[in-house]
């Protein structure tokens, strides 16, 4: 099965700071990879999606970026935070191929807290 | 496109008692659903898959789902609540990139 590594667990950072999150996946190869955002008392957002390295999809316009710079690690970042970043990042791998309904697996998640 | 809704935000059940999670979905084609479960701080967890096999799908901690396609739903039943299941409940539906689809969230909570 796959296992989801996502850090830091927790983070707090002053508005206009730079943010750099990341995400490694163990036991799969070539997995589609997600980030998602959980605000509070809401559900998950899909923020950006990844089908291989240097393939970024985004979903919603926003003060993030993503990058994929190798097949299992992704990185979620920002130059310039802003408060309405604040929330619950989680990272999630699907393995198989496109057209098979496979489950994602979600990281442990990362607490953002932007001041 | 296609949809999900999680018909309560919140669900209050006594130990022992049966748990009812209710979802609709909307999807184009014959969907595959799932039920997620989250926990304080947690990164959620998949409880059980419906993926155009059985229409009565089993999970884990004794959770199962029933698939009705002439009733758009999937609602996800448990025979008697533990204190543990006190969480937040997601029921998601996926197309075959594997983009998800997640309702809003069912807040349950297992009063002794």
């Known amino acids: 099965s796959q296992t989801i590594h996502q850090w830091p667990a927790t983070l707090v950072q002053p508005v206009g700071s730079p943010l750099s999150l990341e995400c490694t996946v163990e036991?799969?190869?070539?997995?589609?990879l997600y980030w998602y955002r959980q605000a509070a008392g809401r559900g998950l957002q899909l923020l950006f999606y990844s089908v291989g390295i240097g393939q970024i999809s985004s979903e919603v316009p926003q003060n993030l970026s993503a990058s994929r710079p190798q097949d299992r690690q992704f990185i979620l970042s920002s130059k310039k935070l802003l408060l309405s970043d604040s929330g619950f990042y989680l990272c999630a791998a699907r393995g198989g191929p496109t057209g098979t309904y496979n489950e994602q697996f979600f990281g442990p998640g990362t607490r953002l807290t932007v001041l | 496109a296609q949809s999900v809704t999680q018909l309560d935000s919140h669900v209050s059940v006594s130990e022992g008692t049966p748990v009812l999670l209710r979802c609709n979905y909307s999807s184009s084609y014959s969907p595959s659903l799932f039920w997620y479960v989250q926990h304080p701080n947690k990164g959620l967890q998949l409880l059980l898959k419906y993926t155009s096999a059985a229409t009565l799908v089993k999970g884990i901690n004794g959770f199962e789902a029933e698939f009705k396609k002439s009733e758009t739903s999937f609602h996800l039943t448990k025979p008697s609540a533990h204190m543990s299941d006190a969480a937040e409940y997601f029921c998601v539906v996926s197309d075959l990139w594997g983009k998800l689809q997640f309702g809003a969230g069912t807040q349950v909570v297992v009063t002794p």
């Open positions: 036991g799969t190869s070539n997995p589609n």
